[in-house]
């Protein structure tokens, strides 16, 4: 497992800046696809209450109220007599209904829950998700303002070459080339400065479009103690096990072949007869012309029996089709599996690389200061030209550049990884918040 220790720096000038816990805290309340994830999730929980009520009694109560009239030809030895009836009708009753075997109800339940278990696993991966989201726009934020002050800090150097370059010109000692290289490099450079504050404003907006609040100043990264940053177990099977058991969307697709499954059964439950325990009270008044001037009051209690006996074949298909998308359902499940296993070898391969990686640039960086110090005192005494001073000071340059961005790639590693075992949540961010300068 890895550790996070000595990742983050807590800088006194950075007391109010905002850190990794205190945005995820404002886009728990904001980012749109993470809230539209649990109103998804909520509506879902609502399936097993739906569910759950056809195990409860129904009471259904029902009236009719109303006048009738009616023409009447009686036949007599006379011959016919015609009258007019007009009458009141009136009738209600009350009907309860309890179901007592109903396999189908079973099924449904049992699907309802893995599909809701499935929703919920799924929550927790758009959870993670936001997190990895804000991570990724955080380090591009600061790996933006890191790359500012380097080219800064090279604009400053190739002026001070630059003016160097005039004054040896001035003395006879230099050529217009050497002024004319370091002015083509300076402008390169602002140009570069341009275009990465131009960047910078658009890191910080994606910041602001997950957490709605302006960014303007976030925790550095300490990285000086990023070596020292070490594995508990970087055994790719340690985190291939712990992906395929905490893995919310391997947990997810899991769930929904069950749910597949428990709807195969579902299906087969039309071939079932059903038990439900009828009672009805109903009173009626003249409901009829039969019942003219007599009233009624009943009481009925039964057992009611329905047994399909043919539908056509329309079961049989509903059964078979149930059983493809059990099927369909599996291979889900064999993708996600392989897909999060592919990441979790990819993620663990990258850190030790990246490991290795920050040791080699680090090592790049001392050589080329080195380089550059020494070129510089070439120069001054004739020995090297302007260009190969411009030239180490790009690398040098360069170098830090690419330090700082593995640097940042492998602390996003880290994230994605643990995105990928199943541990990335708010107390993962908790963890971290130490490293973080407090408000």
Aim: net charge negative.
């Amino acid at each position: 497992m890895l550790l996070f220790t000595g990742v983050f720096a807590v800088l006194p000038e950075a007391q109010a800046a905002e850190n990794l816990l205190s945005l995820y805290q404002k886009a728990l309340q904001y980012d749109a696809q993470y809230k539209a994830a649990t109103a998804n999730t909520e509506a879902e929980r609502e399936e097993i209450n739906k569910v759950r009520s056809l195990f409860l009694p129904r009471l259904q109560f029902g009236a009719n109220v109303g006048h009738g009239a009616t023409d009447r030809t009686t036949q007599t030895i006379a011959g016919s007599v015609e009258s007019k009836l007009n009458y009141d009708i009136e009738s209600y009753s009350l009907q309860l209904r309890q179901s007592l075997f109903n396999k189908e109800n079973l099924a449904s339940y049992r699907s309802a829950e893995a599909n809701i278990k499935s929703k919920e696993a799924l929550l927790l991966k758009e959870n993670a998700t936001l997190i990895t989201r804000l991570a990724a726009a955080y380090f591009e934020t600061l790996y933006a303002q890191e790359k500012i002050s380097v080219i800064r800090s090279n604009i400053d150097a190739v002026t001070q070459q630059r003016d160097q370059a005039q004054r040896r010109y001035e003395h006879g000692e230099g050529t217009v080339t050497e002024i004319n290289e370091a002015q083509a490099a300076l402008e390169l450079a602002e140009a570069e400065l341009i275009s990465t504050q131009n960047s910078l404003e658009v890191f910080k907006q994606s910041l602001s479009n997950i957490t709605g609040v302006p960014v303007d100043s976030i925790a550095a990264l300490n990285t000086d103690n990023l070596p020292g940053l070490a594995a508990e177990s970087d055994s790719v099977e340690y985190w291939l096990d712990q992906a395929i058991n905490n893995n919310p969307e391997i947990a997810a697709a899991r769930l929904s072949f069950e749910a597949a499954r428990q709807d195969v059964e579902k299906k087969r439950a039309g071939h079932y007869p059903t038990v439900d325990l009828v009672g009805v009270r109903s009173y009626s008044e003249n409901d009829s012309n039969n019942t003219l001037g007599s009233s009624f009051d009943t009481t009925t209690i039964a057992l009611q029996l329905n047994m399909p006996l043919f539908a056509g074949g329309f079961t049989s298909a509903n059964v078979r089709q149930a059983i493809h998308r059990v099927d369909a359902a599996e291979e889900i499940l064999n993708l996600r599996t392989r897909d999060i296993e592919a990441n979790t070898k990819k993620f663990v391969n990258s850190i030790r690389s990246g490991l290795l990686s920050i040791q080699a640039y680090r090592q790049a960086v001392t050589a080329s200061e080195i380089a550059l110090e020494g070129t510089q005192k070439g120069f001054s005494a004739g020995t090297r030209t302007n260009i190969e001073v411009l030239n180490a000071q790009q690398k040098l340059y360069a170098s830090r550049l690419e330090l700082s961005r593995v640097q940042y790639i492998l602390v996003n590693d880290i994230i994605n990884l643990k995105q990928a075992a199943g541990m990335l949540n708010e107390a993962q961010l908790h963890s971290l918040n130490q490293f973080f300068a407090i408000n």
